[in-house]
């Protein structure tokens, strides 16, 4: 990792990585800003502190690996990927428009994307893959995922689930952000999820329960997780369009942007503030 | 001369015919290619069905059983691929393609994943266990997908030469196998990927038959020469990309096409056929195949009989389209 990225700041790197978040949305009148937002701090702190990678090689063989599974947060995935160095900030104005390398949802040709995504609940058996793959090639890389709460309604969760723990894949780490929203409002209104560490613990794994705003407890997790006989999984509390008050715990900005200039203003403000 | 009761694979036909299992082909073949220590093998709890067992065997740290999570076996497979393996996985058709369909979807086609799905205990010659294990649409949902490539051996032998070449060249790819052992076509190695094989050469009409059924067609043939038709047999082990050549070429030279195959009328072979014919030179094309319905329990070969799936079914085709002008 580059000494240079480890010296910058973190909170301003999120500002900016939330701000990139709500225009890119706004741009494209349309994609995911709610769990964009909730997932920023965990992104930004994998990608600018954690992940051993090279944006001048993307394609590596030794590098850690990070999987999307719940694919929509892509205007926050490459926003950081662009902070990052991995292509250009001028693509992000593409986001979401015809002919434009940066779709809706992830996909693994755009440089710093190991695997593509959007159909929930399958980015996590990928993750396992990749982790499996490690092992069977005597590698030391790591594979970090992250995962929706609405993402586990989804049996294939539960399917990585039983494989990442019958496999011992401790190279394994996998975030859940646990905003308690999906598309049609409440998680457990929808379908309850309940105690996620205490079902993913069930399961074989490594589990604990965090503030994922907080750079502290997120690097604190990631530490915890490095002398694990298992797979680990760091369930993050969130706050689903965090930053942005409009659009904090509502359901309504699950999948939708600032509806006007006006409102873009007032949420670049907050974020600003924050 | 052959009479046209006994072109019934049952009572006694398929007893004459030499048989072998595909599925040990591709045990064995998987066996060979895994010496490459890129091979890794999964299998979703019918391993010993599949004969991926075999592999697994011989190369136990290269083999994954995910238990029955035929999803998450395509997801892990796409993982697996992105860092350099060459990727096997196998279940039975019915689940490889339709329990697990979003996954070959999204992980295995739209993320251009280096993975191989090999499947067995396609169509009604799963037998006794009926309809819900009997694929018929496997062939429709995998030839719909944008890069995936659709295999089916007509033997053993070719089932060999497949998994080779699927083995040699970067997927996704599709086989799809039987169950039953599958009546011996080949004396000699003749699959070339993307072109269908000549089996005989014929002028009045174009048999198209891909699987268990291009041996059926073979018989059709020989019988319908002792009634002074002349078929040509086409072998279409490369459902996609379909041979768009031989079948224009059969179209014109022959006029009338007839496919067989062990699958739905619906987005098999009979309709990448017809879809050719209809873009470039129409002439009539009928599809032999299961008819919109599932299929049920029974013997393998009770059922290919009661489903028209035999040389006597081929041959009725045959003969009915003889009987319009052209």
């Known amino acids: 990792m580059q000494d240079s990225v480890q010296s910058e700041n973190l909170e301003e790197i999120a500002k900016e990585v939330r701000k990139s978040i709500v225009k890119m949305t706004f741009e494209a009148k349309s994609g995911h800003p709610g769990g964009s937002l909730s997932a920023t701090e965990i992104l930004t702190y994998l990608y600018f502190r954690e992940l051993n990678i090279d944006p001048a090689n993307p394609n590596w063989p030794d590098r850690d690996r990070f999987v999307l599974s719940k694919g929509h947060a892509t205007p926050a995935l490459y926003s950081v990927l662009s902070m990052r160095g991995f292509f250009d900030s001028s693509l992000l104005q593409g986001f979401r428009k015809i002919s434009s390398l940066l779709q809706g949802h992830v996909v693994n040709h755009v440089p710093g994307v190991d695997i593509t995504a959007g159909s929930l609940g399958q980015g996590l058996s990928n993750a396992v893959g990749l982790a499996l793959a490690a092992r069977i090639d005597k590698k030391n890389y790591r594979v970090f995922a992250m995962i929706g709460d609405g993402e586990s309604d989804e049996g294939s969760i539960w399917e990585a689930a039983l494989s990442a723990a019958h496999l011992k894949l401790s190279n394994l780490i996998v975030f859940l952000d646990r905003n308690m929203i999906q598309l049609d409002g409440f998680t457990e209104e929808i379908l309850t999820l309940g105690d996620l560490e205490a079902k993913l613990r069930s399961f074989g794994w490594r589990a604990t329960t965090i503030d994922g705003h907080s750079f502290a407890e997120i690097r604190k997790a990631i530490e915890w997780a490095k002398d694990a006989d298992r797979p680990t999984m760091i369930v993050a509390r969130t706050v689903k369009g965090k930053g942005v008050k409009f659009m904090e715990n509502n359901p309504e900005y699950h999948g939708k942007p600032a509806p006007n200039e006006e409102k873009l203003n007032e949420a670049l403000r907050d974020i600003e503030g924050m | ?326």
């Not at chain 2, 076996?73 to 979003?102: C, E, N, Q």
């Not at chain 2, 050549?245 to 006029?255: F, L, M, N, Q, S």
């Open chain 2, 1 to 326: 001369m052959m009479m046209s009761t006994e072109l019934n694979w049952l009572p006694d036909l398929i007893n004459k015919i030499e048989k072998k299992s595909v599925r040990e082909a591709y045990g064995s073949t998987l066996v060979s290619v895994g010496a490459d220590k890129s091979v890794v093998v999964l299998d979703a709890d019918l391993s010993t069905s599949t004969h991926t067992s075999m592999f697994q065997k011989k190369y136990p740290d290269r083999f994954f059983n995910v238990g029955i999570s035929e999803n998450n076996m395509m997801g892990v497979a796409s993982g697996l691929s992105w860092t350099g393996k060459k990727v096997f996985v196998s279940s039975f058709a019915i689940f490889a393609t339709g329990r697990a369909y979003d996954f070959v979807r999204q992980s295995v086609c739209y993320a251009d994943s280096d993975v191989r799905i090999v499947a067995t205990h396609a169509g009604l010659t799963v037998g006794e266990d009926g309809a819900t294990h009997q694929m018929l649409e496997d062939i429709g949902l995998m030839t719909g997908l944008p890069r995936m490539r659709v295999l089916v051996p007509a033997d053993a032998m070719e089932t060999e030469q497949i998994v080779r070449y699927v083995y040699e060249n970067r997927g996704p790819f599709y086989v799809r196998l039987s169950r039953e052992r599958v009546p011996v076509v080949h004396e000699a190695e003749t699959f070339k990927y993307g072109k269908a094989e000549t089996i005989a050469d014929g002028d009045d009409i174009t048999i198209m038959a891909t699987g268990i059924l291009v041996s059926a067609a073979k018989i059709a043939a020989s019988y319908l020469k002792q009634k002074g038709i002349s078929a040509r047999v086409l072998n279409v082990a490369t459902i996609k990309p379909i041979d768009s050549d031989a079948i224009i070429k059969a179209a014109r030279e022959t006029g009338r096409i007839l496919t067989a195959e062990e699958h739905s009328i619906y987005n098999g072979l009979g309709s990448r056929v017809s879809e050719v014919v209809t873009e470039t030179y129409p002439v009539r094309v009928q599809r032999l195949g299961v008819r919109d319905t599932f299929g049920e329990s029974g013997k393998s070969w009770q059922l290919m009989d009661k489903y028209g799936l035999n040389p006597m079914g081929i041959v009725n085709g045959v003969e009915e389209m003889m009987k319009v002008t052209i």
